[in-house]
């Protein structure tokens, strides 16, 4: 009978507390927000320069360097205003996002430029195939 009232007690209490891959759910969704900030505002950037015709790269390829480059020095002036940018370059100095992404360096062109023409693409491919 014991077993029985535990069984009951469990039931009755288990919807009371956030379930353990709910609270992971949580967390990836969380992350899975910044990084999608942070690569808008990173994209917005590299359209602002390559619009412009400006230079990405200087001769240093540090944040907080002098002559570091165009999109390294916008990305250090928009992130004196934005928070979430701000957030993420003090992670990149102080070492905590190790082994992780920080999409500063200048292969990011590189990259931006390779998803973008892939999208353009598709984007192409589906204009093509819809019926109008």
């Given at each position: 009978?014991?077993?029985?009232?535990?069984?009951?007690?469990?039931?009755?209490?288990?919807?009371?507390?956030?379930?353990?891959?709910?609270?992971?759910?949580?967390?990836?969704?969380?992350e899975i927000a910044k990084w999608v900030k942070i690569l808008r505002r990173l994209l917005a950037i590299t359209l602002f320069s390559a619009t412009r015709g400006l230079a990405f790269r200087g001769?240093?390829?540090?944040?907080?360097?002098?002559?570091?480059?165009?999109?390294?020095?916008?990305?250090?002036?928009?992130?004196?205003?934005?928070?979430?940018?701000?957030?993420?370059?003090?992670?990149?100095?102080?070492?905590?996002?190790?082994?992780?992404?920080?999409?500063?360096?200048?292969?990011?062109?590189?990259?931006?430029?390779?998803?973008?023409?892939?999208?353009?693409?598709?984007?192409?491919?589906?204009?093509?195939?819809?019926?109008?």
């Amino acid at each position: 009978m014991t077993s029985y009232l535990d069984w009951k007690n469990f039931l009755r209490e288990e919807g009371k507390q956030p379930r353990i891959d709910s609270v992971v759910e949580e967390v990836i969704q969380r992350e899975i927000a910044k990084w999608v900030k942070i690569l808008r505002r990173l994209l917005a950037i590299t359209l602002f320069s390559a619009t412009r015709g400006l230079a990405f790269r200087g001769s240093q390829g540090r944040i907080g360097k002098a002559n570091n480059g165009n999109f390294l020095g916008s990305v250090k002036l928009l992130s004196q205003f934005d928070d979430c940018l701000a957030a993420h370059l003090n992670e990149i100095k102080q070492g905590t996002s190790r082994g992780s992404p920080h999409y500063l360096s200048w292969k990011i062109q590189n990259e931006l430029e390779v998803v973008s023409s892939k999208v353009l693409q598709e984007t192409l491919d589906e204009r093509r195939k819809a019926d109008f």
